[in-house]
């Protein structure tokens, strides 16, 4: 159960009474009536502003609307105390054992606590990393991929049925670079030299290597002398193969399993393109034009020639798109709108698109074509994630795919494990960059996130061993009495767990999962202090073998925040601990 959800409803009801009376106007609009918690705990459990955003449409004082609703509040039986803060804020407090039921619903529920149907089961699909398949995925790719993962768990959590998809580029000019790259390696490991000068404008880098090794096992001495149209198809498909696999194991090493990965190359041989644009064209939103080039702006598809253009302007862009290019190939952005329809025609109609940051120019064209073709039943959403800065000891580590020495995201992981690479991608919002610094995030302080909150959780399991050494088994805490817990340290935490549900939708609905690794952070500080507590003050104290009913209620106390900790720990995949090296 969600309290916020349950006292927000309660305010609405109290509001539409008040329309039923007349004391409001029947017609006015309560979408953007709130219910938060205070800052300071000192002005109650939840507050409301619901007098402020309603008083000037309802041509009322907001302290007078204030004290109306005040008036309806105090009449709540599980409400105990109401007050009016600054203008008209709207502060109260509820029952603290409304508080303590909810101890005993996390330990009913387990990890489960938080579960909603918020979604009722709405397809949508997630489109994320979708790196370019012509290497191994480098670090900064990690983000992007943690980042998907994590709104795809949080959708999935709140009753969304969510497809995980990985759209591969294997239809541009970069996969015969690639191939010209792999082609080299192939005749190192049939042992012809090739100079370093063979390799300028294509992929030096080392991981082509054994794939050389695997093209020359596969076809021998075939295509040493041949042609480049003869052997340029076999290479390309072999080596985009050997891509795939690795980027499908870097993937899964940061606990990533895809649902679905689309060809970029299948889109456009199996006549998609063509179908998308006859759509448009039919609704009169394909033309041929000449473009003028934006004043102020540089923009890379501009051609002063008749072209084939998208009529992108008419649905919020800022300037109508190419469809093709001068060669009279299609444009990335023609196999994109096919991409996006074919997403559509699969039953989705809500899309979204994690994109890295140098995508963010690419937002407004594909948010236009989506409406056009789908003729605005569907629409996409597009989060850019911005840069790491990958740091060792505070020093700037440098990347460069075509120099080979860029960082692989495999060996980020091997350095400081897949849990912490996790959370630390998931610690601020997806557009502020992040440091990531190797040495910091494997330091053992209250500084390190991943640390404090693991730490938390072990904690907890060792209080919880030491309780069963001495009691023995704990069972599930049916019969304990969580009335006793009085102490306000004790349901400060309680009305923290009690947040969970609400955080959840809160970061499903905002697409942020850094509020989830926040708000992990703050129960693990404030479980923290309760033990921190206990060892000034031996009233407080979790264990009291004198006062045994107590200190099983403690025991479940101990308990819910294991539970909560390790719910929003398995949300992201990443493992839980019981115990710290």
């Not at 963010?360 to 790491?388: D, H, M, P, S, W």
Request: aromatic share 10%; charged share 25%.
């Amino acid at each position: 159960m969600n309290l916020f959800t349950v006292f927000h409803e309660k305010i609405l009801q109290t509001l539409k009474s008040l329309q039923e009376t007349g004391a409001l106007p029947k017609d006015l609009s309560l979408q953007k009536v709130t219910i938060e918690s205070p800052k300071d705990p000192r002005f109650g459990d939840f507050s409301t502003n619901a007098a402020m955003v309603l008083a000037s449409p309802a041509g009322q004082k907001p302290r007078d609307l204030a004290n109306l609703i005040m008036g309806c509040l105090t009449e709540l039986p599980e409400v105990t105390e109401v007050s009016i803060a600054g203008p008209g804020f709207i502060n109260f407090s509820i029952n603290p054992d409304l508080w303590r039921q909810q101890i005993s619903l996390i330990l009913k529920q387990g990890c489960d606590y938080g579960n909603s149907d918020l979604g009722h089961g709405m397809p949508i699909n997630i489109e994320y990393v979708s790196a370019n398949p012509t290497g191994p995925m480098h670090a900064g790719h990690g983000r992007n991929a943690v980042f998907g993962d994590a709104i795809a768990a949080l959708l999935q959590k709140t009753g969304y049925q969510v497809t995980r998809e990985y759209y591969i580029n294997d239809a541009g000019n970069q996969t015969e670079i690639l191939a010209r790259s792999a082609y080299l390696r192939y005749l190192q490991a049939l042992g012809h030299p090739v100079t370093e000068t063979r390799f300028e404008g294509l992929y030096p880098s080392d991981y082509l290597v054994q794939t050389g090794v695997d093209l020359a096992t596969q076809f021998g001495d075939r295509f040493v002398d041949a042609e480049e149209s003869v052997w340029m198809e076999s290479i390309r498909r072999f080596t985009l193969d050997a891509m795939m696999q690795m980027i499908r194991s870097d993937l899964a090493k940061i606990g990533i399993i895809m649902d679905v990965y689309t060809s970029e190359e299948a889109i456009v041989a199996g006549g998609a393109i063509e179908e998308a644009l006859e759509t448009l064209k039919a609704k009169g939103d394909i033309y041929e034009g000449i473009l003028e080039k934006p004043k102020g702006h540089d923009v890379d598809d501009w051609e002063p020639r008749p072209q084939t253009l998208f009529r992108a302007t008419t649905y919020g862009d800022d300037v109508d798109r190419p469809l093709k290019k001068s060669n009279d190939s299609w444009t990335y952005f023609a196999s994109d709108i096919a991409y996006h329809y074919d997403k559509f025609k699969r039953g989705f109609k809500i899309l979204i698109d994690v994109l890295g940051a140098d995508h963010g120019g690419y937002i407004k064209r594909i948010q236009a074509a989506t409406g056009a073709i789908t003729a605005g039943e569907a629409t996409v959403e597009v989060k850019v994630c911005q840069l790491v800065n990958f740091l060792e000891n505070g020093l700037p580590v440098k990347m460069s795919k075509r120099a080979g020495t860029f960082i692989k995201l495999s060996d980020v992981v091997d350095k400081v494990g897949k849990d912490v690479t996790r959370f630390i991608m998931l610690t601020r919002r997806q557009d502020m960059m992040i440091d990531f610094d190797f040495i910091k995030v494997l330091e053992q302080s209250k500084d390190n996130p991943v640390f404090y909150v693991q730490y938390a959780h072990a904690r907890a399991h060792s209080v919880l061993r030491h309780g069963q050494n001495l009691f023995g088994n704990l069972g599930n805490f049916e019969n304990i009495n969580i009335d006793l817990l009085n102490d306000e340290n004790e349901l400060a935490v309680m009305k923290l767990l009690a947040q969970w549900p609400r955080q959840i939708e809160a970061a499903a609905l905002n697409r942020e999962p850094h509020r989830i690794t926040n708000y992990l952070y703050d129960v693990a500080a404030a479980f923290h202090g309760l033990w921190n507590k206990g060892k000034d003050n031996v009233d407080l104290r979790f264990i009291d073998q004198e006062k045994p009913d107590l200190t099983m209620a403690r025991f479940a106390l101990v308990k819910a925040v294991a539970i909560v900790i390790a719910s929003g720990l398995n949300l992201f995949s990443i493992t839980p601990l019981e115990e710290m090296r």
